[in-house]
């Protein structure tokens, strides 16, 4: 399995910006299909974002449709989730997902994804 590392969380203002990144272990990160998670205090861990394998598709949950973009460099082992307007219930610890081959039908459960980095803070003051 791949492992993953996520980094870029950090306390923002609201309104600000942030890009988080998560770099893959193995020269086969373009066979994952890779996603964002997140997990705010006291609730349970939430889809943000999807990404195919070659970058050909996206797709985000509502409360992040038009401020998240989620992008992803395979040559890099790379997947990032760039974050604007953010907003205090943006808050939590952001997770990146990968998927072994092709899950785009199955990309808003957890359960698809075999794979989880460790998670980086992301803090919005209002």
């Known amino acids: 399995q791949v492992q993953l590392a996520e980094s870029g969380g950090r306390f923002v203002q609201a309104g600000g910006s942030l890009r988080l990144s998560c770099i893959g272990s193995?020269?086969?990160?373009?066979?994952?299909?890779m996603a964002w998670f997140r997990q705010a205090p006291g609730k349970e861990r939430e889809f943000v974002a999807a990404?195919?394998?070659?970058?050909?598709?996206?797709d985000y949950a509502d409360s992040v449709a038009g401020r998240f973009t989620i992008s992803r460099d395979n040559e890099k082992r790379t997947v990032y989730l760039q974050m604007n307007n953010l907003q205090s219930t943006d808050t939590g610890v952001y997770f990146c997902?990968?998927?072994?081959?092709?899950?785009?039908?199955?990309?808003?459960?957890?359960?698809?994804?075999?794979?989880w980095g460790q998670g980086t803070q992301v803090t919005v003051s209002s």
């Open positions: 997902a990968a998927a072994a081959a092709d899950q785009w039908a199955v990309r808003y459960s957890q359960s698809t994804y075999t794979s």
């Open positions: 193995q020269r086969s990160f373009s066979a994952y299909t």
């Open positions: 990404i195919t394998r070659i970058g050909s598709s996206t």
